[in-house]
């Protein structure tokens, strides 16, 4: 059998917004499974000296931090077997380096470790400084994804015209995981995948290049955009040995954190995945050979992602799902106290629960965007269909449950799905996992056999994305 005391194990790293988690995973006569997994928060949100409070920044170093503490804490023995580590970690963000300086290495408590030397804080997804009118002055891309805030091709036009000294202290850029892939594998020029350049956008996915010339035109240091590779591929080897894994050990070139999940759950291509968390996303698998439109529809509410084995994912990605829960039970919780009572809001969200299960249908209409959508930012929650008989906590719940549902599936309509081929969907998340009334409205409105208990875990998905081309 696999799996045992003298496998070898496959490491999967995962940088996100608010925590580093790694796994290791081991062959099994079962398949593929998670031997060991930590997972440490970075507390490594900072304040921006430049972009005031629009920017979005973390602290490398503290990121760093976490890694290092989190490999720690994984059997040494284990460690010790691993032939192949597969990196993940938050799309879009940027992180500047200088390449010769990029980090030392010291002798940690583990063996080898790294730390950040001259290395920039990491600009995030969610940084804000490029506003619709900066992003509007900036030359048209040749993508099929529309420029965005916190975009690190965007965050380098932003430098270029209200910072540039900041860009001449760097030679070199990527997001946060290609930044640790450089540093283990002492890469001389960054490199990438395609899946994180598509997210920086300026990336033309049909050809696997850069604007160059778009970019060359408007002055753009296009110095700095590293080297692309695809998916799956080595991006090189471990140039020390790292926490005890053995020196010359295979690095995968970097991932996008969504394709991870999505790989750590997808198993058919007629499978779709709905995954309801803080935010929602509905995705499928496009049909072979398909290639996305030249150019964006910045009023589309579907993106596609480039994938693996140039295939790309459809993704109805919301900015609504289990944050609307919670902003809902937060302001019963500020009723109530406003009526001089005190209730703990964990309570609230049981009884509303509760309430809601036993009133089985609901007229009531929620269209529940309170946080708007990308595509449609302007359009914010409404509710209609108000009647006296229907304004129960029990309704209103069910009524909100049911928007979020209707509100993915106005972004990828059931139609589409059952053309694409669909025949189950895949339920992830810690919304769904704890909300029965959730999981009620998935079912009334997807005419499809629903699968739950399908963990997403970006670091699996590194992990077994590396596994598979052993």
Known sequence: MEGGPDSVCVLGIDLGTTSVKAALVVGTERGQVVAESCSRETQAYTSSVEAGLQGMEQDSR??????????AALPQQQLQRVSHIG?????????FWKRDQGCKWTEG????????EEVSHLVTWQDGRCSPAFLSSLPLPQSHISLATGFGCATIYWYLKKSPDFLKSYDAAGTIHDYVVAMLCDLKKPLMSVQNAASWGYFNSRNKSWNTDILRKSGFPVHLLPEVGDPGSIAGRTVCAWHGIPKGTKVGIALGDFQCSVYSCLTERTDAVLNISTSAQLTISMPLGFQPPVTPDPSSAVTYFPYFDGDYLAVAASLNGGNVLATFVNMVAR???ELGFQIQESAIYTKIIKAALDQNDSH?????????ERHIPEQLASVTSIAASELSLGHVTRAVCRGLIENLCSMLPVQRLVE???????????????????????ERIFPFPVVYGKDVDAAVGAAMVMFQRK
Do not use: D, K, Y
């Open 62 to 71: 503290r990121i760093i931090r976490a890694l290092n503490e989190c490999l």
């Open 87 to 95: 990196i993940t970690g938050q799309m879009h963000g940027i992180v």
């Open 109 to 116: 408590g583990t063996g080898p470790i790294f730390e950040p």
């Open 335 to 337: 009723w109530t106290e």
């Open 364 to 372: 009531l209409s929620v269209h529940p965007t309170i946080f708007g």
């Open 420 to 442: 694409t081929g669909v025949q189950r969907v895949l339920g992830s998340g810690s919304a769904l996992a704890r909300n029965e009334v959730l999981r009620q409205e998935v």
